[in-house]
T-cell receptor, first 114, second 114 residues
Framework: AQTVTQSQPEMSVQEAETVTLSCTYD???????LFWYKQPPSRQMILVIR??????QNATENRFSVNFQKAAKSFSLKISDSQLGDTAMYFC???????????FGAGTRLTVKP | DVKVTQSSRYLVKRTGEKVFLECVQD?????MFWYRQDPGLGLRLIYF???????EKGDIPEGYSVSREKKERFSLILESASTNQTSMYLC????FGQGDYEQYFGPGTRLTVT
């Protein structure tokens, strides 16, 4: 079975600093997608960043980047220059190609402090 | 922009009531999903549908049923609500055609069963 593990239930960071959220996953397949989703307080869940497993280059979206280690089955999210608006629950997720079944981690609650 | 809407943000029902949660998406997506979100457990898939009148069980279908009579609408039904179904319910949609497997989420319905 596919599982996604986020080992940090809560984290905090000072505004303008950098923080890294951890995620590991378990699969025997070779072709899949990984995602980080953000759920701000009382707001809709939105996609932050996605990584295709066949791509070696780590995905980057502005201040958000990932460290994808396929052999280690690790997919961490780095947030640079943290802003107050980054305060949210962050979910790591995984899906196989040609599969509707997306698996989510338990989430990490990130608080950015002024 | 993709828009996924859910019929209620907050809902309070009594034990034994029949509860309908409605979800509508406006982007002609084939796939629609119902998740349950609980603290420390992340998102767990209840049911999903990849076409009109088609449905597949997720990880926790017990006590729930679904209906998809039109492509844009996916309903979650609690036949006889119980207190252990108190939770946040999230609807999502995605498209085969995009090829990126991103799911788009609604704002969620926080259901309390008393």
């Amino acid at each position: 079975a596919q599982t996604v593990t986020q080992s940090q239930p809560e984290m905090s960071v000072q505004e303008a600093e950098t923080v890294t959220l951890s995620c590991t996953y378990d699969t025997s397949e070779n072709n899949y997608y990984l995602f980080w989703y953000k759920q701000p307080p009382s707001r809709q869940m939105i996609l932050v960043i996605r990584q295709e497993a066949y791509k070696q280059q780590n995905a980057t979206e502005n201040r958000f980047s990932v460290n994808f280690q396929k052999a280690a089955k690790s997919f961490s999210l780095k947030i640079s220059d943290s802003q107050l608006g980054d305060t949210a629950m962050y979910f790591c997720a995984f899906t196989h190609v040609n599969n509707n079944d997306m698996r989510f981690g338990a989430g990490t609650r990130l608080t950015v402090k002024p | 922009d993709v828009k996924v809407t859910q019929s209620s943000r907050y809902l309070v029902k009594r034990t034994g009531e029949k509860v309908f949660l409605e979800c509508v998406q406006d982007m002609d997506h084939e796939n629609m999903f119902w998740y349950r979100q609980d603290p420390g457990l992340g998102l767990r898939l209840i049911y999903f549908s990849y076409d009109v009148k088609m449905k597949e069980k997720g990880d926790i279908p017990e006590g729930y049923s679904v209906s998809r009579e039109k492509k844009e609408r996916f309903s979650l039904i609690l036949e006889s609500a119980s207190t252990n179904q108190t939770s946040m319910y999230l609807c999502a949609s995605s498209s085969f055609g995009q090829g990126d497997y991103e799911q788009y989420f609604g704002p969620g319905t926080r259901l309390t069963v008393t």
